[in-house]
T-cell receptor
């Protein structure tokens, strides 16, 4: 089944404790993105990747890091989480082409206390 | 900067037609997405318009006017399951992968 998976789905952590949210897709997509979704603000792109070892900042990259060492994986790293990073995070993947449909993972709800 | 506007909430009756508008002002433009998002779930793709005009896909249609910075999503024969948020998003120049979303329109379908 074609899918994007994220882990963990739920995470409660404390300020300053490094964490990684994993994202994996099995559709051989070149493009992958991370978004955060907050009430009243909608989905905001954090980082995106056009292929292995090629990443770029989205609209809200501060406090986040990413890496793309393999085509299928695109982990999101929070080196020193803060309470303002409490949010719902989505990973998405897509291929270049006219349809450009993004497939979203199920989401990771992160709470930083 | 990027600016995408859509109504916050709409209510429509089961069986009716509803149009959800989206206006955008962006620096660079490739195309415009519409996504559906049910509460607590991930967004799912509805349409992607690159050229001006109307594209129809079953009960859903999407329209784009690039010169006016305007799009709409038309939902026909509304069903209760269409109650969801509808997200307008613009793909910016430089590649499909740089995407800016509007804040979404929450549609409530009532009997």
């Amino acid at each position: 089944e074609a899918q994007v998976t994220q882990n963990p789905r739920y995470l409660i952590t404390v300020t300053g404790k490094k964490l990684t949210v994993t994202c994996s897709q099995n559709m051989n997509h070149e493009y992958m993105s991370w978004y955060r979704q907050d009430p009243g603000l909608g989905l905001r792109q954090i980082y995106y990747s056009m292929n292995v070892e090629v990443t770029d900042k989205g609209d809200v990259p501060e406090g986040y890091k990413v890496s793309r060492k393999e085509k299928r994986n695109f982990p999101l790293i929070l080196e020193s989480p803060s309470p303002n990073q409490t949010s719902l995070y989505f990973c998405a993947s897509s291929s270049p082409g006219r349809s450009a449909e993004q497939y979203f993972g199920p989401g990771t709800r992160l709470t930083v206390t | 900067g990027q600016n995408i506007d859509q109504p916050t909430e709409m209510t429509a009756t089961e069986g009716a037609i509803v149009q959800i508008n989206c206006t955008y002002q962006t620096s660079g433009f490739n195309g415009l997405f519409w996504y559906q998002q049910h509460a607590g779930e991930a967004p799912t793709f509805l349409s992607y318009n690159v050229l001006d005009g109307l594209e129809e896909k079953g009960r859903f249609s999407s329209f784009l006017s690039r010169s006016k910075g305007y799009s709409y999503l038309l939902l026909k024969e509304l069903q209760m399951k269409d109650s969801a948020s509808y997200l307008c998003a613009v793909s910016l120049s430089g590649g499909y992968q740089k995407v800016t979303f509007g804040t979404g329109t929450k549609l409530q379908v009532i009997p």
